[in-house]
């Protein structure tokens, strides 16, 4: 059982829809993550969230949206998508951002939400 | 900028076999993490092992462990007695100041266990 959780697994949205993502971890950490993995392609970090803040957005076009209410809950809202958007989205979440890791400061992942842009 | 490369696409390998996967790396900083993941075909992104740059030892965690040779930036995962379970893609990522502390990932090896 994992302590990322991501709703939904699948979703299947067109172009003109606005949907979104969700993903709570129930690890107590500080800091989330949205990450995109397309086919053959290595994982891209997308935005970087610590303590509600956001304090990394790595060039994503606007058309996603991140929304961190809490240190427990992160939200990606998508709208006017396109066909290459589709992929599989995963959320993560360690306990804090600016360590190297060991086994305080992991990066912890969700199961991943597969989108399809159709 | 940092860097991760994984050379090996595919592998099989005979279930209770051993199995090494590779790993090298690029980064000038000395102090760095590096990781490996589990990527069933669900998709969940699942941690397996750590090893600090500074770390006198070898990472281990039950089958899993970690060759660490510092001097030749490499880090390969051995698998022991592989299971059926362990198909899957797997994932060698780097962490290090350059790259403020975010995880970089490699393509990723994909392990098929033959029964």
């Known amino acids: 059982e994992t302590g990322v959780t991501q709703t939904p697994r699948h979703l299947v949205m067109g172009m003109t829809n606005k949907k979104s993502l969700k993903c709570e971890q129930h690890?107590?950490?500080?800091?989330m993550y949205w990450y995109k993995q397309s086919a053959k392609k290595p994982l891209e970090l997308m935005f970087v969230?610590?303590?509600?803040?956001?304090?990394e957005n790595n060039s994503v076009p606007s058309r996603f949206s991140p929304e961190c209410p809490n240190s427990s809950h992160l939200f990606l809202h998508l709208h006017t998508l396109q066909p290459e958007d589709s992929a599989l989205y995963l959320c993560?979440?360690?306990?804090?951002?600016?360590?190297?890791?060991?086994?305080?400061?992991?990066?912890?992942f969700g199961e991943g939400s597969w989108l399809t842009v159709v | 900028a940092q860097k991760i490369t994984q050379t090996q696409p595919g592998m099989f390998v005979q279930e209770k076999e051993a199995v090494t996967l590779d790993c090298t790396y690029d980064?000038?900083?000395?102090?760095?993490?590096l990781f490996w993941y589990k990527q069933p075909s669900s998709g969940e992104m699942i941690f397996l092992i750590y090893?600090?740059?500074?770390?006198?030892q070898n990472a281990t965690e039950g089958r899993y462990s970690l060759n660490f040779q510092k001097a030749r930036k490499s880090a390969n995962l051995v698998i022991s007695a592989s299971q059926l379970g362990d198909s899957a893609m797997y994932f060698c990522?780097?962490?290090?100041?350059?790259?403020?502390?975010?995880?970089?990932f490699g393509k990723g090896t994909k392990l098929s266990v033959i029964p």
């Open positions: 993560a979440s360690s306990q804090e951002i600016n360590r190297l890791g060991g086994s305080g400061n992991t990066i912890y």
């Open positions: 690890l107590g950490h500080n800091a």
């Open positions: 969230y610590s303590l509600e803040e956001r304090v």
């Open positions: 980064t000038s900083d000395p102090s760095y993490g």
């Open positions: 090893q600090g740059s500074y770390d006198q």
């Open positions: 990522a780097m962490r290090d100041a350059a790259g403020s502390y975010q995880l970089t």
